[in-house]
């Protein structure tokens, strides 16, 4: 949930402080493996294979058949 779409102030202030431990962790992460985290598509994809070793594409390919 975005910040600007949380109902409540202190729900504001929730997505607010959980943004800021997500950057801060990222950070953290990213200075430890000297690379940046990859983002977006490169992410979900990383993220597909990371789990059994093949691609979300593939994954979806074999499931509609």
């Known amino acids: ?8 102030a202190k729900g504001k202030a929730a997505a607010k402080g959980l943004q800021r431990a997500a950057a ?11 690379r940046p985290l990859k983002k ?4 979900f994809e990383e993220r597909a294979k990371s789990s ?3 691609s979300a594409g593939v994954k ?5 058949t």
């Open 60 to 64: 979806q390919k074999k499931s509609k």
């Open 40 to 43: 977006g598509e490169d992410r």
């Open 1 to 8: 949930m975005a910040i600007d779409q949380a109902p409540t």
């Open 52 to 54: 059994d070793g093949k």
């Open 24 to 34: 801060q962790e990222e950070r953290k992460t990213e200075k430890a493996t000297g």
